[in-house]
């Protein structure tokens, strides 16, 4: 680590924290991607304007911090079909704890919402489970 892998992820933490307040202040709505993305799915949902523009600065963000210079290595192990299941198990697993972690970690402990609390803790300690079982059992 050095120290502009720390500006950076200052940086990036200030601006998550900036479009979550902003987007609660303007719209009255957390900033849970995956209920956002699952606001463009049909039937379709009021607000789903300001939801394409939301998701759209998503994807557009890691072309816009290419262009400033930066590198972003990506060093992926894992198959397109292992990264398809994957995700589908992220999406399911949204879904039934009511919201992803940008919701809950992000907004909802802001809020102090024990529920979020609870579901981060929830989602932190399994990504620390299952890290120890990828690296050190298998």
Request: aromatic fraction near 8%; charged fraction near 5%; proline fraction near 3%.
């Amino acid at each position: 680590m050095n120290y502009l892998t720390i500006l950076s992820a200052l940086a990036g933490g200030a601006m998550i924290g900036l479009a979550a307040a902003l987007l609660l202040f303007t719209h009255k709505h957390t900033a849970g991607i995956s209920g956002i993305a699952a606001g463009m799915l049909p039937p379709w949902s009021e607000g789903s304007v300001w939801r394409g523009w939301f998701l759209a600065g998503l994807l557009a963000s890691a072309p816009l911090y290419r262009l400033s210079g930066a590198n972003i290595a990506l060093d992926l192990d894992a198959s397109p079909g292992l990264l398809a299941i994957a995700g589908l198990l992220v999406g399911y697993g949204t879904r039934l704890g009511g919201g992803c972690t940008s919701g809950h970690g992000v907004c909802g402990i802001a809020r102090l919402s024990v529920r979020s609390i609870v579901a981060t803790l929830t989602f932190m300690l399994t990504a620390g489970i299952t890290v120890f079982i990828v690296r050190h059992l298998l």
